[in-house]
């Protein structure tokens, strides 16, 4: 019922994996690369870890802001401006990005027996697409 009233009002669907972690996790592709990455309603910014920089051809430049969450405060970060991210159907050319590093995410992702992750999707892109999840059929609808 739910999903039939977002696709005919322009969303698109796609699945989410929890984690044994109780995390979302979603594919999305960076600059044309693939990647895992957990969906975070309560991050204000999507992020990558600096690992992954090349991976997904970033251009880093310094950043004067200092993450935290996730058990981490003050980590130094870095920014990366107009990225194209893509979702399933769903795709946005002017992403910003911020770059620190994930290592405390995924050893706790790796101890807990889930795989480790390229970044993190937060509100800023849930808000960009207009995002609507589906907790119990475990799907995230964006609007295209």
Request: positive net charge; hydrophobic residues 40%.
């Amino acid at each position: 019922m739910l999903k039939e009233f977002l696709l005919e009002k322009g969303y698109t669907k796609i699945k989410l994996h929890l984690t044994k972690t109780n995390h979302f996790e979603i594919k999305a592709t960076i600059n044309g690369k693939e990647g895992l990455f957990i969906l975070d309603t309560g991050a204000s910014s999507s992020c990558v870890g600096f690992e992954a920089i090349e991976n997904f051809k970033l251009e880093a430049e310094d950043s004067i802001i200092k993450a935290a969450g996730a058990g981490a405060i003050d980590m130094d970060t870095k920014m990366s401006k107009k990225n194209e991210v893509k979702i399933g159907k769903w795709s946005n050319k002017k992403v910003v990005l911020v770059l620190f590093n994930l290592t405390h995410v995924n050893t706790a992702l790796v101890n807990h027996n889930s795989k480790p992750v390229d970044g993190i999707i937060g509100a800023d892109i849930l808000k960009k697409g207009k995002a609507i999840i589906d907790y119990e059929k475990k799907y995230l609808y964006l609007k295209l």
